[in-house]
Nanobody
Framework: VQLQASGGGLVQAGGSLRLSCAAS????????MGWFRRAPGKEREFVAG????????LYADSVKDRFTISRDNAKDTVSLQMNSLKPEDTAVYYC???????????????????WGQGTQVTVSS
């Protein structure tokens, strides 16, 4: 599956952004989807994940109650609504797809098989 992320930009602290990721090439609903980010000088980290049906979600503690992940299997898209943004949310954000048959949302970077190109989010103080 090919992934194309969009929606990044520059926003002031406290603002909101919505990231989108469009998938193509395979049956989108077969994949657990995740969002990751990499801040300057840091490792790529898990941000949020959503199950194949969209019925289950998982968030990193740092974004819980501020970010919301959702998917639309009819449109082959996954989104990340980011509210109350903080300067420490500044990073390149990546969408990723897990093609395995595991029945849970993994947070491990290496367990995701397909990656989008990344979109920059910059939060100014």
């Amino acid at each position: 599956v090919q992934l194309q992320a969009s929606g990044g930009g520059l926003v002031q602290a406290g603002g909101s952004l919505r990231l989108s990721c469009a998938a193509s090439g395979r049956t989108f609903s077969n994949y657990v989807m995740g969002w990751f980010r990499r801040a300057p000088g840091k490792e790529r980290e898990f941000v949020a994940g959503v199950s194949r049906s969209g019925g289950s979600t998982l968030y990193a503690d740092s974004v819980k109650d501020r970010f919301t992940i959702s998917r639309d299997n009819a449109k082959d898209t996954v989104s990340l609504q980011m509210n109350s943004l903080k300067p420490e949310d500044t990073a390149v954000y990546y969408c990723a797809a897990d093609r395995s048959s595991r029945r849970f949302i993994t947070t491990r970077t290496y367990e995701y098989d397909h990656w989008g190109q990344g979109t920059q989010v910059t939060v100014s103080s």
